[in-house]
């Protein structure tokens, strides 16, 4: 007999918390990162912004997070992929000639695809991550990361990086549009998650819903403001 | 004294019912045949043929001449009644009460379990909301834990099993006067009752791209959670019927929310988060270690 533990997170709603939770904690996330970010548009050369990710990089308590944060988006991101399946093989292989509903609701679009939109999320992700925290962290100084003295302390130059990246055209396309798919994804995510841990509460509910919609609008609109500031100042 | 019938199939869909009626009236010689004529309708038909269980299954077309006061079920016996007297297969679909309240009715007509009306099953829906030389298609509702049986027949005997498994109150609740002896605030009694609404009809399975049982399950879940008789076995129950719907393969709620809006008895999502909370809080909780 399989420990009840087990159970209820391999059960229906067992899986559909896990989803829940983990995307609670990254929306979470996306709002530090956002804040973190943001230091880029200080005009100092970077400075704020370098003194910040070197800080991110050796704060032990922050190292743990991240660690947390790596390992929710996998499991967000296998849970998920679990859930598609199981849902497809639901549905059955014969499916409707005609199709239509009543449901008014907005995000019904977003939220047959989230799936879809997760993939390319997190393709974004794998790009974003192999491009600026593989190269702090893994990348040979001098080569693929240049140090820079801030208050006589050398520390790298992620800014530089981010400079790279940022004037790139087609980079900056890409990011932007990759923000626009994560604002879709959170549209439907956002209050879909309280719906799932059980909270539907006619006095909190349309609270919610707010503030995922402003939430999804807001945050990725921050992140992709970024790449467009750096690429006008550059041209 | 005449009356030009051609003028008035022309302007019925304007002229209010009592004034077609006294047309018939005016003119007493009228034979019953030219009534029925007033709201004559043609319809073509795409309908789902399927043999049985194994059979590929196919499209088929057909006309049928009915009138707009028809119940879209008495249309499909007039079909069935020309098919069998050409020697034809008939069209096989469910249906037992005709007034909305079995739930053995389904159907999806032009896209929607239930047909394009809200809040009403299939043997609720007229044909006045259709129009003349109107295509209907009608399908199967879809899901793979609902297999086709034949033509429009699905088997739904997997709701019977979630509620076998746990949708019911086994201790001893009295008689009438018992049950009404507990006082249970009016609030909590709406919730429950508009929860005891679902028919098991499982339009919620069919219009859901996951096939997800989960209004369902919520509604049978909710009506019993809320009310003191039901608590008892509270904890044991939801466990139990949730467990059973992941088991007959029912897919995962999305909160995409199809499922309400094609509810005949507009069963709302709210008790999808409630059978959540009774399920994460029961499997914590509960002194059941397996």
């Given at each position: 007999m399989k420990s009840w533990f087990f159970r209820f997170f391999t059960s229906s709603i067992g899986k559909k918390l896990l989803m829940a939770l983990t995307g609670l904690f990254l929306i979470l996330f996306l709002m530090v990162h956002l804040a973190g970010n943001l230091q880029l548009l200080y005009n100092d050369g970077g400075v704020a912004f370098n003194v910040y990710a070197d800080f991110m990089a050796h704060n032990p308590l922050i190292q743990l997070v991240s660690k947390g944060n790596f390992a929710f988006i996998l499991l967000h991101a296998i849970v998920g992929t679990v859930l598609w399946v199981r849902n497809r093989s639901a549905r059955g292989s014969q499916g409707y000639a005609v199709q239509k509903t009543k449901a008014t609701q907005t995000n019904a679009g977003f939220a047959k695809n989230m799936w879809y939109l997760g993939v390319i999320v997190f393709v974004f992700i794998i790009i974003h991550l192999l491009q600026f925290w593989a190269m702090m962290k893994f990348g040979d100084v001098g080569a693929d990361v240049n140090l820079v003295d801030i208050d006589g302390k050398q520390v790298k130059n992620l800014y530089a990086l981010v400079e790279v990246a940022f004037t790139n055209m087609p980079f900056v396309f890409f990011y932007v549009l990759s923000m626009a798919v994560i604002a879709f994804h959170l549209w439907h995510g956002f209050q879909s998650a309280f719906q799932t841990i059980g909270w539907n509460h006619p006095k909190y509910t349309p609270v919610v819903q707010f503030l995922g919609k402003a939430y999804s609008v807001l945050v990725p609109l921050g992140f992709a403001v970024i790449p467009i500031v750096f690429y006008l100042r550059h041209a | 004294m005449m009356v030009d019938n051609k003028l008035i199939i022309g302007l019925s869909g304007f002229i209010p019912v009592h004034i077609n009626l006294l047309s018939t009236f005016i003119n007493p010689y009228q034979p019953l045949s030219t009534l029925i004529n007033l709201y004559k309708m043609k319809l073509n038909l795409k309908i789902w043929r399927q043999k049985n269980a194994k059979d590929n299954g196919r499209f088929e077309t057909y006309q049928v001449v009915a009138n707009e006061h028809m119940s879209f079920l008495e249309m499909l016996d007039v079909l069935n009644e020309s098919l069998t007297s050409s020697q034809k297969e008939p069209v096989a679909f469910d249906h037992d009460?005709?007034?909305?309240?079995?739930?053995?009715c389904s159907l999806v007509i032009n896209g929607q379990p239930h047909g394009p009306m809200g809040g009403t099953t299939t043997c609720q829906l007229h044909l006045r909301h259709f129009h003349d030389g109107q295509t209907i298609v009608i399908e199967p509702f879809r899901a793979r834990a609902f297999p086709v049986l034949k033509d429009l027949v699905v088997d739904r005997s997997a709701f019977d099993r979630i509620i076998q498994a746990g949708g019911y109150v086994s201790i001893d609740t009295g008689q009438a006067p018992d049950g009404n002896a507990i006082p249970v605030g009016k609030d909590v009694a709406s919730k429950s009752f508009d929860a005891a609404a679902c028919i098991g009809c499982g339009a919620c399975v069919a219009a859901c791209p996951n096939s997800s049982a989960m209004l369902f399950v919520s509604a049978k879940v909710s009506h019993l959670a809320l009310l003191p008789q039901g608590k008892i076995e509270a904890k044991k129950r939801v466990m139990d019927m949730v467990n059973q719907m992941d088991e007959e393969g029912f897919g995962m709620c999305s909160n995409i929310t199809a499922c309400e809006a094609e509810c005949p008895k507009q069963i709302s999502v709210e008790n999808i988060a409630r059978l959540n909370r009774e399920f994460i809080g029961s499997s914590f909780t509960s002194t059941e270690k397996a």
């Open positions: - | 009460c005709r007034e909305g309240i079995c739930g053995t």
